[in-house]
């Protein structure tokens, strides 16, 4: 396909709110590009994505793991805050137990990518 000054026949008018008009002037700068040449490179290079549908009950299990978290540093921040010293194996138990915690959210969050 020649790139080249080509006559374009149609026209597309698209309404916008403010902040996404912003957006795309940024993104229009950071590229180098025209508004137009933005769009036209996103509709011949740039992929689709479809919007992820949040259900009540995921949107309820990640407020769940955010609270578990939100506990477990609430936890690490009593014991540093009452004991004014910390071991290193507390330190080190914790921070297993935060990890545990964010792979078992990873591992939900891509298995509910995949499922959806």
Not at 35 to 44: F, T, Y
Not at 67 to 76: A, D, K, T, Y
Not at 81 to 93: A, C, G, I, W
């Amino acid at each position: 396909m020649k790139k080249s000054f080509r006559h374009r026949e149609y026209r597309l008018c698209l309404f916008l709110l403010e902040e996404e008009k912003v957006m795309l002037d940024k993104k229009a700068d950071e590229a180098g590009m025209s508004k137009s040449e933005l769009v036209r490179n996103l509709i011949m290079y740039g992929a689709a994505h479809e919007r992820h549908k949040f259900s009540n009950e995921y949107a309820g299990k990640i407020l769940y793991e955010i609270n578990r978290i939100g506990n477990n540093l609430n936890q690490i921040a009593y014991v540093a805050n009452s004991t004014k010293h910390f071991s290193r194996d507390e330190f080190d138990k914790m921070v297993k137990s935060y990890n545990d915690l964010l792979s078992y959210y990873t591992e939900y969050m891509v298995d509910s990518e995949e499922g959806a």
